[in-house]
């Protein structure tokens, strides 16, 4: 009931736009203003499901705005649903599947770990970057999942509770961390990435690499020596030996047709990725790839392809919709006008963006975030490529809370962590964070 409530009181306050005058915005603007603070107030309450918001915004933006604006049909609206960028990240989601269903991700960790010899940092350092290496590949919620079944037994084992929680925190944000990295690492990336291109910007995959990947290395670097610092521990060895030896019998000892077809089209498909700017094939078009072989051969089930994340699917497509009805309808301009922030540097506008979403990111989803702040950053600022950028990587550094994202929310699960613990860290890695994306926007961005 109280949702129900929630949800006519957001339709009210957006309703208050139709009830004053609002100079210099048309009729569309209007509508499309209403519809973006309804959405803002459902997707930061999630009052009704995330998705369902995304639904709310098609069925406003279809119903009304082809009435207001001149020449735009309610096709504009469904056509982000289902655009590239979805496509490209149902690929990924499928890649993720086949990795996941036949354990190759844990195989691929207890490989790593078993020459770490029992070193408590180097395993810190093993566990934080495969975790961001997956995380590159296939969804960071995953890669924590899997990453925390592995490390749990490990921490049975140990008694140094400093320790453990370098040792979850490093796995956390790993997963933050890493993927920033691709496309399809995280959500925040593929949105900006499909309105940038509804913009007519088609960033391709190896393009963002170039971009994301440093600052990703070296953010993981900084981390791997900022935990230990401020959890000192005291453990000299970590006993690992008989874990590995049972865990790596029960991951290897079927090592089927089914999984050796999954790590040559993963590979497949991650090389065509890379080299689709030479191969003049869309990194989308090769996306669909792993979809085609891994469902068409039976190696994943009708299951599975029900399982992946549909609902991340939708909520991207609301996010690219609500970012077209923002452009076509004029309110990026209005935004830009009403605010001055075409006498204001652009470094101080998209610094912020930055700090919108930084804040935002901490108390609601990511992904959220992404598809609130991203249609407005891309249409407002003078380089729609540097906001999609920064907006995009600002909302996978914010690690204050287990709520800020996915990996946070399955770390403090383990109940092995505190939240002042990481507060703590999170406050220290926002900050060191958000200085290198600043700097990163005058080197690898070249927005000033």
């Known amino acids: 009931m109280k949702k129900v409530i929630f949800v006519i ?4 306050i957006s309703s208050i736009v139709f009830f004053f005058p609002i100079p210099d915005l048309s009729e569309g603007g209007v509508i499309t203003l209403f519809i973006f603070i309804l959405a803002s107030l459902l997707w930061i309450s999630e009052a009704i499901p995330l998705y369902i918001t995304s639904f709310v915004i098609l069925i406003f933006e279809a119903l009304l705005l082809p009435h207001f604006i001149k020449g ?9 649903f289902f655009s590239p960028v979805i496509v490209l990240f149902l690929g990924g989601f499928t890649i993720s599947m086949g990795l996941h269903k036949f354990k190759l991700d844990k195989l691929l960790t207890l490989k790593v770990i078993s020459y770490v010899k029992g070193r408590p940092k180097l395993l810190i350092f093993s566990f934080m970057t495969i975790t961001g290496f997956l995380s590159m590949w296939m969804s960071n919620t995953a890669a924590t ?10 921490l049975e084992e140990i008694k140094d509770y400093n320790y453990n929680i370098s040792l979850l925190l490093a ?10 990295a691709t496309p399809v690492g995280t959500p925040p990336n593929a949105i900006a990435m499909g309105i940038l291109s509804t913009r007519g910007i088609d960033i391709p995959f190896l393009e963002w690499m170039k971009n994301a990947l440093p600052i990703s290395i070296l953010l ?11 959890f000192p521990f005291s453990i000299k060895n970590v006993p690992l030996e008989k874990f590995i ?19 040559i089209i993963s590979l497949v498909t991650v090389i065509l990725w890379l080299l689709s700017e030479w191969i003049k094939v869309s990194s989308t078009i090769i996306a669909i790839l792993p979809i085609i072989v891994l ?16 609902d991340i699917l939708i909520l991207m497509g609301g996010g690219l919709s609500l970012s077209r009805a923002i452009e076509v309808s004029g309110v990026s301009n209005w935004i830009v006008t009403t605010l001055g922030l075409n006498h204001v540097s652009e470094i101080y506008v998209l610094l912020g963006f930055m700090a919108i979403t930084i804040i935002l990111t901490n108390f609601i989803a990511n992904t959220t975030t992404a598809a609130l702040i991203l249609p407005l950053a891309v249409t407002v600022f003078k380089s729609p490529v540097a906001a999609g950028y920064v907006v995009a990587l600002s909302a996978s550094i914010s690690m204050l809370l287990p709520v800020s994202t996915p990996p946070n929310a399955i770390v403090y699960g383990t109940r092995k962590i505190p939240i002042r613990a990481m507060m703590k860290a999170g406050i220290v890695t926002i900050i060191i964070s ?13 927005i000033t």
Do not use: C, Q
């Open 295 to 310: 469902f068409g051969s039976g190696i994943l089930s009708v299951d599975d392809f029900n399982s992946l994340g549909w």
């Open 171 to 180: 796995i956390a944000f790993g997963a933050n961390i890493g993927g920033m």
């Open 434 to 446: 958000a200085t290198i994306l600043f700097i990163a926007m005058n080197t690898f961005l070249k």
């Open 220 to 230: 993981l670097l900084l981390t791997f020596i900022i935990l230990p610092f401020l």
């Open 72 to 80: 735009i049909s309610y096709k504009e609206f469904f056509f982000p």
């Open 145 to 154: 999942a899997l990453m925390v079944g592995v490390v749990i037994p490990v």
């Open 9 to 12: 009181i957001s339709l009210l």
């Open 245 to 263: 030896h049972r865990e790596e019998s029960e991951v290897t000892k079927k090592f089927s047709i089914s999984k050796k077809v999954v790590i």
